[in-house]
């Protein structure tokens, strides 16, 4: 056996992007898979138990990126997945003529695959103008969820 049979191609520790979770156990303001899209649960309404003896869940939500309405409707005693979502903070560094943008953590550690949000349509232009060409330090909020990243506010820092 040669070394070169056990090429490794990546480091990451194998998590998954969804955990599964039974419908019931979902509550407003949590988060959810609809159509493979992550979303923000916005309401929930639960049905009686029919003659087939489920109850059913009928989950109306916000996908988290595009601020799209979605509807679900699952037996509450059945199982679905839920998005590991993360919220991270960062400094923007740069914002390039194509709308991306190069950001740093507290730790130094930089960012640049990330681009100025396309949802809101405003949100775009009103980050341009509060950095300035860099004249002003802002911080911006970048939510993570199944391999998605985008940023979600962002504040003007006083001086």
């Given at each position: 056996?040669?070394?070169?049979?056990?090429?490794?191609?990546?480091?990451?520790?194998?998590?998954?992007?969804?955990?599964?979770?039974?419908?019931g156990q979902?509550?407003?303001?949590?988060?959810?898979?609809?159509?493979?899209?992550?979303?923000?649960?916005?309401?929930?309404?639960?049905?009686?138990?029919?003659?087939?003896?489920?109850?059913?869940?009928?989950?109306?939500?916000?996908?988290?990126?595009?601020g799209k309405?979605?509807?679900?409707?699952?037996?509450?005693?059945?199982?679905?997945?839920?998005?590991?979502?993360?919220?991270?903070?960062?400094?923007?560094?740069?914002?390039?003529?194509?709308?991306?943008?190069?950001?740093?953590?507290?730790?130094?550690?930089?960012?640049?695959?990330?681009?100025?949000?396309?949802?809101?349509?405003?949100?775009?232009?009103?980050?341009?103008?509060?950095?300035?060409?860099?004249?002003?330090?802002?911080?911006?909020?970048?939510?993570?969820?199944?391999?998605?990243?985008?940023?979600?506010?962002?504040?003007?820092?006083?001086?």
């Open positions: 056996m040669s070394d070169s049979e056990y090429a490794i191609e990546s480091a990451d520790a194998g998590a998954s992007s969804t955990i599964p979770m039974e419908a979902i509550k407003k303001g949590g988060y959810m898979m609809i159509k493979g899209k992550a979303c923000k649960v916005l309401s929930i309404s639960v049905s009686k138990t029919g003659k087939h003896g489920h109850a059913k869940c009928n989950f109306q939500a916000v996908d988290i990126f595009t309405k979605l509807e679900d409707m699952v037996p509450s005693s059945h199982g679905t997945t839920v998005p590991v979502v993360t919220r991270t903070e960062w400094e923007i560094i740069d914002i390039g003529d194509e709308d991306e943008v190069t950001l740093m953590d507290e730790a130094g550690n930089q960012k640049t695959d990330v681009n100025l949000p396309s949802v809101p349509a405003e949100m775009a232009q009103d980050i341009r103008d509060a950095w300035a060409e860099g004249e002003n330090q802002v911080t911006c909020s970048v939510q993570a969820a199944i391999g998605l990243e985008q940023i979600i506010s962002f504040k003007k820092e006083s001086e």
